[in-house]
């Protein structure tokens, strides 16, 4: 009898000791699960056709009172402004944005020019350039002249002409210093799918 009761705490001890130490970690292991199938962390695209644009998934739900259509022809849904990232011209802008936005960079930023000098040093001061310039240049999002830009910022190459196309297409959508705005980005399926090896793949290599 002795012996049985020893045999039965003993096994209770077990599994009491798997529920401390191995437990904690299945639901660690079901939460990036359930994150994986969630895409809570992803970029989503709304809208079809020339009407489809992407947009961080935590600012999804700001947009989804929205015609996709007319956030993209007025630049603007329920009261914000919107930026858009044209990865037809941008493919590896638009490429480090998603993937800033994946890394729970925010989709909505507030405009500061002021800072712009001091966020662009912070970001990409110490850049290592695989391929210097004039071919590659660095990119930061969020952008240097929004309150979110600085040290935090991801940085990739991208292609030069991408950086000066930016400078072109940002500047005629940038807000006044203080308003706060969405930054979404246009013909996603032209999103670069790897990093920039020296060549620029986009689709229109005009300036913008």
Same mark, same amino acid.
């Given at each position: 009898?002795?012996?049985?009761?020893?045999?039965?705490?003993?096994? !209770?001890?077990?599994?009491? @000791?798997?529920?401390?130490?191995?437990?904690?970690? &299945?639901?660690?292991?079901?939460?990036? @699960? &359930?994150?994986?199938?969630?895409?809570?962390?992803?970029?989503?695209?709304?809208?079809?056709?020339?009407?489809?644009?992407?947009?961080?998934?935590?600012?999804?739900?700001?947009?989804?009172?929205?015609?996709?259509?007319?956030? &993209?022809?007025?630049?603007?849904?329920?009261?914000?402004?919107?930026?858009?990232?044209?990865?037809?011209?941008?493919?590896?802008?638009?490429?480090?944005?998603?993937?800033?936005?994946?890394?729970?960079?925010?989709?909505?930023?507030?405009?500061?020019?002021?800072?712009?000098?001091?966020?662009?040093?912070?970001?990409?001061?110490?850049?290592?350039?695989?391929?210097?310039?004039?071919?590659?240049?660095?990119?930061?999002?969020?952008?240097?002249?929004?309150?979110?830009?600085?040290?935090?910022?991801?940085?990739?190459? @991208?292609?030069?002409?991408?950086?000066?196309?930016?400078?072109?297409?940002?500047?005629?959508?940038?807000?006044?210093?203080?308003?706060?705005?969405?930054?979404? !980005?246009?013909?996603?399926?032209?999103?670069?799918?790897?990093?920039?090896?020296? !060549?620029?793949?986009?689709?229109?290599?005009? &300036?913008?």
């Amino acid at each position: 009898m002795a012996t049985k009761t020893t045999t039965r705490v003993l096994l !209770i001890a077990a599994v009491v @000791v798997a529920g401390v130490y191995i437990a904690p970690k &299945l639901l660690d292991g079901a939460g990036d @699960v &359930l994150s994986e199938m969630t895409g809570a962390s992803d970029a989503v695209t709304v809208g079809d056709g020339d009407g489809a644009f992407m947009v961080a998934a935590n600012a999804q739900p700001k947009v989804a009172a929205c015609d996709p259509r007319e956030v &993209l022809a007025r630049r603007e849904c329920d009261g914000l402004r919107v930026l858009t990232v044209n990865a037809a011209k941008m493919p590896f802008i638009a490429r480090n944005t998603r993937l800033a936005w994946e890394e729970s960079k925010p989709a909505i930023l507030t405009m500061d020019r002021r800072r712009q000098p001091a966020n662009r040093d912070a970001a990409c001061g110490g850049f290592a350039h695989r391929h210097p310039p004039p071919a590659g240049s660095c990119d930061e999002y969020p952008m240097a002249a929004t309150a979110e830009g600085g040290a935090g910022a991801r940085t990739e190459e @991208v292609p030069l002409r991408e950086n000066a196309c930016q400078g072109g297409s940002y500047g005629r959508q940038y807000p006044k210093d203080g308003v706060r705005f969405l930054v979404v !980005i246009v013909h996603p399926e032209l999103i670069a799918t790897a990093p920039f090896d020296g !060549i620029d793949v986009a689709k229109e290599k005009g &300036l913008c």
